[in-house]
């Protein structure tokens, strides 16, 4: 089984909201990755966690703010978003980190008002 | 130059053709390859992993790297409509830390 899921799948908010996007994995696997994909585009790395750690920020701006509570959850907290924030986010995993491909998640379609 | 280069397509096929999907790189320190389908507004899905130069097959897939010229490419043979989809060709470092994506191949399977 090589699933990630990702809540919510689609999420509207104001540039003022806070709102949170979650991903869970119950493989085992010991890396965790946000990505931001704007259409047409490939995914960006934007955080990497690993054993929990962070251990890269692609240079995200601070209005996204990543949380990795256990092994298994990945949080990617949000405040006072832009409109060309809007994207899809994907979260992705893989068994160790630095030696293994990366599994991804079905994503979190997010619309910025 | 970007790292990885891919056609953006489209490209229209009609079913049961030979697909030949390619990326180009510039980085010869790159190790690992990868091929991901991605169906729109879905997350990508990994098709293919191969290491080094060589062939991978896995059934109607066929993986390809030549490391000399910097080149990889994804058949797919008997293709279906069930294929239209978005390929991105991914390679990383021996860290895998960070993969490198090509801008992603539009096919279209015409039934």
């Known amino acids: 089984d090589t699933e990630v899921t990702q809540t919510p799948k689609h999420l509207v908010m104001g540039m003022t909201n806070k709102k949170s996007l979650k991903c869970e994995q119950h493989?085992?696997?010991?890396?965790m990755y946000w990505y931001k994909q704007k259409a047409k585009k490939p995914p960006e790395l934007m955080f990497v966690?690993?054993?929990?750690?962070?251990?890269i920020n692609e240079s995200v701006p601070s209005r996204f703010s990543p949380e990795c509570p256990n092994s298994s959850l990945l949080n990617l907290h949000l405040h006072a978003l832009q409109p060309e924030d809007s994207a899809l986010y994907l979260c992705a995993s893989s068994q160790d980190p630095g030696k293994e491909t990366q599994y991804f998640g079905p994503g979190t379609r997010l619309l910025v008002l | 130059q970007k790292e990885v280069e891919q056609d953006p397509g489209p490209l229209s096929v009609p079913e049961g053709a030979i697909v030949s999907l390619n990326c180009t790189y510039s980085n010869s320190a790159f190790q690992y390859f990868m091929w991901y389908r991605q169906y729109s507004r879905k997350g990508p899905e990994l098709l293919m992993y191969t290491y080094s130069s060589g062939n991978k097959e896995d059934g109607r897939f066929t993986a390809q790297v030549d490391k000399s010229s910097k080149y990889i490419s994804l058949f797919i043979r008997d293709s279906q409509p069930s294929d239209s989809a978005t390929y991105l060709c991914a390679m990383t470092l021996y860290n895998f830390n960070k993969f490198y994506f090509g801008s992603g191949t539009k096919l279209n399977v015409k039934p």
């Open positions: 493989m085992g696997h010991r890396a």
């Open positions: 966690y690993s054993y929990e750690k962070l251990s």
